[in-house]
């Protein structure tokens, strides 16, 4: 059944309401998909996707119920019946006569089915569709010799060529961003200070005029309450040399931090590889412009959110033995873990941001640092989706470490 | 019946794909707004135009500011007017209607023939801006409680909604339309948006700028990307300033048509510098356990 294709887009993360796979079933009952499977999947896709982040998605949903399905007469008896009303009115050439005068209905069946079956074959070679050029008896699209409809045009294997061949990979929100998304994000993390249901006693000057004007002229003050953001952020920077790569992302979440101006305050200090007693003013690290991590501690209260950008790669002593601080002329007392410790134990509201994708963290150079750090901060990537995520995390206490298996 | 819908082809002016063609018929046949994403510069506006022009039909246009609220796009009361008549008693105040200014909505509704409506740059607007006017594209209607009049669309005017994705818009809001995201074009589809601009341009001089165009846009780094508009604006002036083809990867003239921020241009200079030098490796690289 064709219901099933609903259970292959949730299943592949595209969210599909009822409502709007009632509009499909509509647009489908009027003939709307016209007669190729490529026009089905843009019917398809321009009323239950909503968004370019999830074309991949659905483009992965759809190869994925098509492939299942092994030859052509296996597609469900419904699109074919979608499919097979409203023919275009056929338009045929001499030359295209003469193509297909030589094929019977059912010698173009059994081709088409052959096709459909390589077709299966090659993909499960790993090959996606991709490059699948080729000539073919029903290569003259538009054109349906002796009645035979959508099941004899090769245009039915294209869309789920197209499908296959992923085009917006790039667009998946898991992978791309920008500014104002992050900022997007940012704005959820707010906290009023006054409860909704709090006094009116902010005059509310827009509200007045109109509505002295709708009293022709007769005063009356309208008041409203004041919404005052208490969130607190400080903002803890990797500048070290392995960040160079991430410099845009890092940037866009900065620019996006201090764009949101709702928050009451906004701290941001940098450090290098690793956080020990001091944290820098500035990007450059520069040793004359630092402040004390223990002032931090003792001047910030527990309210502020934190939120620390670093890839957690490191060499094994920087993190765990004292002294083992990656700048040559500095020493550290305490070990750079015993320090993300004490910040964590303080700052119980706070996230570790990774510019590197998660599937990464246990198979890379720096695994060993991200698997300790993550026993210590709740770490997610620094993608939107990952910044949503942490967002949640910053609301309320998260523990760490949950997922990280680590010991050591 | 889908089939008696004025079915837009595309117009003269404006290259439009398949898959953008498919959607807008989709729109038009379900009655549905479109909600039209993309890259500035990838002709999101311009689709408005070319259906209208296409469909032989008027176009309004609603352009959103952040300031925009959606009450105006219906109507507004002006108060203000009507308090000054009420000074100088010249003017009968208590027939209300006069006061009433329909908006671009109400324009649309108004009218007696199908029309074009766009409103255009939606993600400029405060996030409740489009939830605001759910009900009103829904019915396609509006109630004016000052008048206790119902304004309904007479027909129901193809809407077309674009954004630039500067913010996400509201579930509800989303679910009422049908998406579609105009993907930056491939090389051969940008050639024949360009021929429409400017159909003599010398072959040799379009494929070395489309070349450095592409290179430019793939930079990994890059801020703002050069767009469609700045291309065509490009090459006016490749071939104004007369530059020949040969100059073009070499030299990067007028590489401020093309990239805008400062940033970009430093990166891109810093970024051919080091080709020529050798850079120190990141200290990523010198890890030892
Ligand atoms: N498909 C196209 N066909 C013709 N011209 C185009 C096309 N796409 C973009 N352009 C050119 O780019 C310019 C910018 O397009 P516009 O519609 O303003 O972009 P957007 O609204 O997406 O920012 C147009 O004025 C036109 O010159
Ligand atoms: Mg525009």
């Known amino acids: 059944m064709f219901t099933e294709f609903y259970y292959y887009l949730k299943n592949f993360g595209v969210p599909v309401s009822f409502n709007e796979w009632q509009d499909l079933m509509e647009a489908l009952d009027q003939g ?40 052509v007469e296996g597609l469900p008896e419904k699109i074919w019946e979608w499919l097979n009303r409203e023919v275009p009115p056929l338009e ?11 094929l019977d209905i059912e010698e173009m069946k059994r081709m088409l089915a052959e096709r459909l079956a390589e077709q299966t074959e090659q993909h499960h070679g790993g090959n996606r569709w991709v490059g699948t050029g080729g000539t073919s008896p029903f290569g003259h699209s538009g054109y349906h010799p002796g009645g035979i409809r959508i099941g004899g045009d ?69 008041w409203a309450r004041p919404r005052v953001n208490s969130m607190k952020v400080m903002l803890l920077m990797d500048a070290g040399g392995s960040m160079w790569p991430y410099t845009r992302l890092c940037n866009q979440l900065f620019t996006a931090v201090h764009k949101s101006s709702h928050f009451k305050d906004l701290k941001v200090f940098y450090f290098h590889n690793c956080i020990y007693d001091w944290l820098y003013n500035d990007p450059s690290c520069s040793q004359r412009d630092y402040t004390d991590t223990e002032y ?30 990656i700048d040559w002329d500095l020493d550290n007392d305490r070990a750079g873990i015993e320090w993300l410790r004490r910040l964590r134990q303080h700052f119980e509201y706070s996230v570790w941001l990774n510019p590197i994708p998660a599937r990464y963290w246990d198979r890379m150079e720096g695994a060993f640092t ?8 709740p770490m997610e990537e620094l993608t939107v989706e990952g910044l949503e995520r942490s967002i949640r995390k910053l609301k309320s206490r998260s523990r760490a470490g949950e997922e990280s298996k680590l010991v050591y | 019946m889908a089939t008696k819908m004025a079915q837009y082809k595309g117009s003269a002016q404006y290259i439009v794909s398949d898959e953008l063609r498919n959607s807008v018929n989709i729109a038009i046949a379900l009655g549905k707004p479109l909600l039209i994403k993309g890259e500035p510069g990838t002709g999101k506006t311009m689709l408005a135009q070319s259906i209208a022009e296409a469909l032989d039909k008027q176009l309004i246009i609603w352009n959103i500011k952040s300031t925009t609220k959606a009450q105006e796009g219906l109507y507004v009361y002006d108060t203000v007017q009507r308090l000054y008549d009420s000074q100088f008693q010249d003017h009968d105040v208590s027939n209300i209607k006069q006061y009433i200014k329909h908006g671009k909505l109400g324009e649309a509704f108004r009218s007696h023939d199908q029309v074009v409506l766009l409103i255009d740059e939606i993600d400029k607007a405060d996030l409740e801006f489009p939830n605001d006017l759910l009900w009103e594209l829904d019915q396609m209607s509006y109630y004016i409680p000052e008048t206790k009049e119902t304004i309904t669309a007479r027909t129901r005017p193809i809407v077309i909604i674009t954004s630039n994705a500067e913010k996400e818009l ?26 429409v601009h400017h159909p003599n341009l010398d072959k040799r001089l379009l494929e070395q ?14 801020q703002k990307k050069p767009s469609t508009s700045e291309l065509i604006d490009w090459l006016q002036a490749l071939v104004v300033g007369g530059i020949s083809p040969s100059k073009i990867k070499q030299d990067m003239p007028f590489l401020g048509v093309l990239l805008k921020k400062n940033e970009d241009l430093d990166l891109l200079l810093n970024g051919l510098q080091a080709k020529t030098q050798n850079r120190s490796k990141p200290r990523s690289s010198m890890w030892g356990r």
């Open chain 1, 296 to 325: 931090i501690l003792r001047t910030c209260d527990s309210n502020y959110r934190v939120i620390i950008v670093g890839d957690a790669s490191m060499g094994y002593a920087e993190l765990m033995r004292p002294g083992g601080i």
């Open chain 1, 154 to 222: 090769t245009r039915s294997l294209y869309a789920v060529k197209v499908a296959g061949m992923r085009r917006f990979q790039e667009f998946r929100t898991d992978e791309t961003l920008g500014v104002r998304q992050f900022q997007l994000a940012l704005r959820k993390l707010r906290q009023f200070t006054t409860r909704l249901d709090g006094a009116r006693e902010e005059l509310d000057l827009e509200g007045t005029i109109d509505q002295t004007c709708q009293n022709a002229g007769r005063l009356e003050l309208k």
């Open chain 2, 209 to 222: 700028a489309m070349e450095t165009f592409y290179m430019l846009r793939n930079l990994n780094n890059i």
């Open chain 2, 170 to 195: 509201p579930d509800a809001f989303l679910r009422r339309c049908i998406f579609h995201y105009i993907a930056f074009p491939e090389p051969d589809e940008m050639e024949r948006i360009i021929r």
């Open chain 1, 370 to 377: 991200i698997g300790a750090i993550r026993t210590v901060f």
């Open chain 1, 32 to 71: 709307m998909a016209g007669s190729s499977l490529t026009g089905f999947y843009y019917l398809c896709r321009a009323l239950l996707v909503k968004t370019e982040a999830h074309y991949d998605r659905f483009d992965l949903a759809f190869a994925s119920y098509f492939q299942d399905i092994e030859a």
């Open chain 1, 92 to 102: 045929v050439t001499e030359a295209m006569r003469r193509n297909h005068q030589q």
